[in-house]
């Protein structure tokens, strides 16, 4: 599997940005699909996850509410689409693939395959 980032870029504050994730390899129609982020200095941290038939999705409460993640299974890719974006949402955000259970979609641990991350600079 193999998972491509793209989106990323350097915005202002209140900005909003889309990260598009394609995959290939192998269809995700069944599988959860994480976005995860890094910021200069701190460990990474979960973004937004996304199950396998779409109905379902989980946000970091630093997400919630301007964070959307969205699943196009028809062309394997993933989306998260950010608003009101802030200086601290300043990272590199990667994607990631899991074929655990979906209760285990906020555990790093619980992805087995990653994008190589796109960068999102806000600034102030």
């Known amino acids: 599997v193999q998972l491509q980032a793209s989106g990323g870029g350097l915005v202002q504050a209140g900005d909003s940005l889309r990260l598009s994730c394609a995959a290939s390899?192998?269809?995700?129609?069944?599988?959860?699909m994480g976005w995860f982020r890094r910021a200069p200095g701190k460990h990474r941290e979960f973004v937004a996850a996304i199950d396998g038939s779409a109905p379902l999705t989980v946000y970091a409460d630093s997400a919630q509410g301007r964070f959307s993640i969205s699943k196009d299974n028809a062309e394997n890719t993933v989306a998260l689409q950010m608003s009101s974006l802030r200086p601290e949402d300043t990272a590199v955000y990667y994607c990631a693939l899991s074929t655990s259970p979906w209760r285990w979609s906020r555990r790093e641990r619980y992805y087995n395959y990653w994008g190589q991350g796109t960068e999102v600079t806000v600034s102030s």
């Open positions: 390899g192998r269809t995700f129609n069944t599988y959860v």
